[in-house]
């Protein structure tokens, strides 16, 4: 089975089905930890493709305090409440972008985004000099510093192309791909893909290209 960066997904089938990222909440672990600017780009997700107005729905049909404190970018907040977040944003998004699966690849993306319009996203960028394989090449260990779970390697198939693996990896393939295409984008790709391979509920497989 593989999923393609389709600028549309199947439709929405109702707030009630079950989503991606809902299916890893089992294998998040307490201690399982993520950047709070993640769960801020759940938020700016929902602005972005939705609109202001769906924003602030959004944010007063959340009930958990987990999910409506302040969310400093570069603290560590639990995996399972990012899980929660996500997922409840997945069902507001779907009907606005396409359906579920692409709405957890405007959550990936703006992940990405987000990161990269940070000062540390920034000097990154500044580093790799806008180059797809060294950018790739330093995501194992740009994701060290934000998550504290998984495994994450990188293989260079040529000059246009690599192997991403996720391997105990807690965010759904959809959410893989959009991450991926926002490096991609921010390296100034040219005509960017991305199609993930799962191989497992927690394992996946990105193959990426552009020109």
Same mark, same amino acid.
């Given at each position: 089975?593989? %999923?393609? /960066?389709?600028?549309?997904?199947? #439709? ?14 089992? %294998? *998040? ?10 769960? /801020? ?5 929902? &602005? ?14 959340? &009930? ?27 069902? !507001?998004?779907?009907? %606005? ?7 957890? +690849?405007? $959550? ?8 990269? /319009?940070?000062?540390?996203? &920034? ?11 060294? $950018? ?7 994701? #060290? ?18 192997? !991403?693996?996720? +391997? ?6 959809? %959410? ?6 926002? $490096?991609?984008?921010? *390296? ?19 193959? !990426?290209?552009?020109?």
């Amino acid at each position: 089975m593989s %999923h393609s /960066n389709s600028a549309v997904g199947p #439709s929405a089938s109702g707030s009630a089905e079950i989503t991606d990222y809902e299916r890893r909440l089992p %294998h *998040a672990k307490p201690g399982d930890t993520l950047r709070g600017m993640y769960f /801020n780009a759940v938020f700016n997700a929902v &602005k972005a493709a939705a609109g202001e107005q769906v924003l602030s729905q959004f944010q007063q049909s959340l &009930k958990d305090p987990a999910l409506t404190r302040r969310f400093i970018d570069f603290s560590s907040y639990p995996v399972i409440d990012f899980l929660k977040l996500a997922a409840a944003a997945t069902k !507001v998004l779907a009907p %606005h972008v396409g359906g579920q699966e692409n709405a957890q +690849r405007h $959550i990936g993306k703006q992940s990405v985004t987000d990161f990269f /319009n940070s000062m540390v996203g &920034k000097t990154l960028l500044l580093l790799s000099g806008d180059s797809p394989v060294k $950018i790739l090449s330093r995501l194992p260990s740009g994701y #060290s510093t934000s998550v504290n779970w998984g495994e994450r390697s990188v293989t260079i198939l040529g000059e246009n192309a690599a192997r !991403v693996s996720y +391997r105990a990896g807690l965010m759904p393939p959809c %959410h893989n791909e959009g991450s991926l295409m926002g $490096i991609l984008q921010a *390296a100034k790709a040219k005509n960017p893909q991305v199609r993930s391979y799962p191989k497992g509920i927690l394992d996946c497989d990105c193959e !990426v290209s552009w020109e």
